[in-house]
């Protein structure tokens, strides 16, 4: 008899759920059998009207596929470092701002130490600390998703914490976190990471022109979004100097591929074409905002995102997800602590946004037979 084999994997990684992604169209598709055209994809936050003509333009131009991207990404840093008016020695992009969450972790963590976490929020933050060996301590938003900022700042004390992530507007509910709030958690001895991914539709300034800036924040944005590019991943930080610096010797050398950096350097360039199409996006949220509270069983929280989140109330909101899928109208579900009986829906284009409002309409007519 041989030794006991050595574990393949890390025993924590082992234990650990994994992520859940949206799948992609042509699996809903298939499943739903239904023409993948058909489908109205409400899901998961992106941008229907996909990227800039500027941006496909230099994507078909494409000349050097072959060769490896600048893994210092000089033009599109510089390019943004003028379009945000910083120092381009202070930006890193990453293959997605998914990735840059990663790395923070990675540079900051070391086994057991603590990353602050506000549910309901974006999940990458407790996934990504539990993937670096670290310890996820949930401080949980108040019931109307602000954030509870004593509690932060008492779990603060614990040596072992390092971090902290603040999404602003907030996935799944679109609040965003007041400066003060920011103000009082930047004075904390820890790294305060907040994660601009829907910023461009709030109304409201970044934080990225925040002056002076503070040594311990990092704020993240993204061209998924407003810039509809989440197919290419191209997401990017403004970083602490003293941070940066270490951050670009865990960075894999070319993160960033070609085709993501012309797509995303086309859109700067493209910035009015883009904005156009963020207000057509804030007011089918506005619109989807109106009418989804005509409906007695959905309650629609107020949003600064390109999505709405509702409570459901007599239905159930697995049932409601269910019929608008049979139905071809994908949202998202949650069935986590701070989001029972909730969905979440994505802002799309007027024909969308209509579609979905039809189907809510016939399964409201459904029940009402049923009830009758
Ligand atoms: C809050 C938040 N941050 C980051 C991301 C990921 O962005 P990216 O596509 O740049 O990785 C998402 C995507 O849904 C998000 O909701």
Same mark, same amino acid.
């Given at each position: 008899m041989g030794e006991l084999p050595r574990p393949l994997v890390r025993p924590d990684v082992a234990a650990m759920a994994p992520y859940v992604p949206v799948e992609p169209p042509e699996v809903w598709a298939a499943r739903l059998g239904l %023409? !993948?055209? &058909?489908l109205i994809k409400l #899901?998961?936050?992106?941008? %229907? =009207?996909? $990227?800039s003509p500027r941006a496909r333009e230099a994507l078909t131009r494409?000349?050097?596929?072959h060769i490896y991207p600048d893994p210092t990404q000089r033009a599109l840093r510089q390019a943004l470092a003028n379009w945000l008016g910083? #120092?381009? !020695? &202070?930006i890193l992009v990453g293959h997605g701002s998914d990735e840059l969450i990663d790395l923070i972790l990675r540079l900051v963590l070391r086994a057991g130490d603590v990353v602050l976490d506000c549910p309901p929020?974006?999940? +990458?933050y407790r996934f990504c600390a539990a993937v670096c060996g670290g310890r996820v301590r949930a401080i949980p938003r108040r019931p109307d998703f602000s954030l509870d900022v004593p509690a932060l700042e008492a779990a603060a004390r614990d040596e072992r914490v390092r971090t902290v992530f603040i999404t602003s507007p907030n996935n799944p509910d679109g609040s965003v976190t007041p400066p003060e709030a920011i103000d009082r958690l930047l004075r904390l001895p820890i790294l305060v990471v907040v994660d !601009?991914? =829907?910023? !461009?539709? *709030?109304?409201l300034p970044s934080l +990225? *022109? &925040? &002056? $002076?800036?503070?040594?311990?924040l990092i704020v993240l944005r993204t061209f998924s979004k407003w810039a509809g590019l989440a197919g290419l991943r191209v997401g990017y930080g403004l970083f602490p100097p003293e941070f940066i610096e270490h951050l670009w010797k865990i960075k $894999? %050398? =070319?993160?960033?591929n070609v085709a993501g950096a012309a797509a995303a350097l086309a859109s700067l360039e493209d910035e009015a074409f883009l904005q156009a199409n963020v207000a057509r996006l804030v007011a089918e949220r506005e619109r989807l905002q109106t009418e989804l509270a005509r409906f007695p069983f959905l309650h629609p929280y107020p949003s600064r995102a390109n999505f709405v989140l509702c409570r459901v109330s007599s239905l159930s909101a697995r049932h409601v997800w269910e019929a608008l899928r049979r139905r071809g109208v994908l949202v998202r579900y949650f069935d986590e602590p701070g989001l029972q009986d909730c969905i979440r829906i994505s802002s799309g284009t007027p024909a969308q946004v209509d579609a979905l409002l039809e189907a809510l309409r016939q399964i409201a007519e459904e029940e009402h037979g049923q009830a009758g």
């Amino acid at each position: 008899m041989g030794e006991l084999p050595r574990p393949l994997v890390r025993p924590d990684v082992a234990a650990m759920a994994p992520y859940v992604p949206v799948e992609p169209p042509e699996v809903w598709a298939a499943r739903l059998g239904l %023409p !993948e055209a &058909r489908l109205i994809k409400l #899901d998961a936050n992106e941008n %229907p =009207y996909g $990227p800039s003509p500027r941006a496909r333009e230099a994507l078909t131009r494409l000349a050097n596929g072959h060769i490896y991207p600048d893994p210092t990404q000089r033009a599109l840093r510089q390019a943004l470092a003028n379009w945000l008016g910083v #120092d381009m !020695e &202070r930006i890193l992009v990453g293959h997605g701002s998914d990735e840059l969450i990663d790395l923070i972790l990675r540079l900051v963590l070391r086994a057991g130490d603590v990353v602050l976490d506000c549910p309901p929020t974006f999940g +990458m933050y407790r996934f990504c600390a539990a993937v670096c060996g670290g310890r996820v301590r949930a401080i949980p938003r108040r019931p109307d998703f602000s954030l509870d900022v004593p509690a932060l700042e008492a779990a603060a004390r614990d040596e072992r914490v390092r971090t902290v992530f603040i999404t602003s507007p907030n996935n799944p509910d679109g609040s965003v976190t007041p400066p003060e709030a920011i103000d009082r958690l930047l004075r904390l001895p820890i790294l305060v990471v907040v994660d !601009e991914a =829907y910023i !461009e539709f *709030s109304g409201l300034p970044s934080l +990225m *022109s &925040r &002056r $002076p800036w503070a040594e311990n924040l990092i704020v993240l944005r993204t061209f998924s979004k407003w810039a509809g590019l989440a197919g290419l991943r191209v997401g990017y930080g403004l970083f602490p100097p003293e941070f940066i610096e270490h951050l670009w010797k865990i960075k $894999p %050398p =070319y993160n960033v591929n070609v085709a993501g950096a012309a797509a995303a350097l086309a859109s700067l360039e493209d910035e009015a074409f883009l904005q156009a199409n963020v207000a057509r996006l804030v007011a089918e949220r506005e619109r989807l905002q109106t009418e989804l509270a005509r409906f007695p069983f959905l309650h629609p929280y107020p949003s600064r995102a390109n999505f709405v989140l509702c409570r459901v109330s007599s239905l159930s909101a697995r049932h409601v997800w269910e019929a608008l899928r049979r139905r071809g109208v994908l949202v998202r579900y949650f069935d986590e602590p701070g989001l029972q009986d909730c969905i979440r829906i994505s802002s799309g284009t007027p024909a969308q946004v209509d579609a979905l409002l039809e189907a809510l309409r016939q399964i409201a007519e459904e029940e009402h037979g049923q009830a009758g």
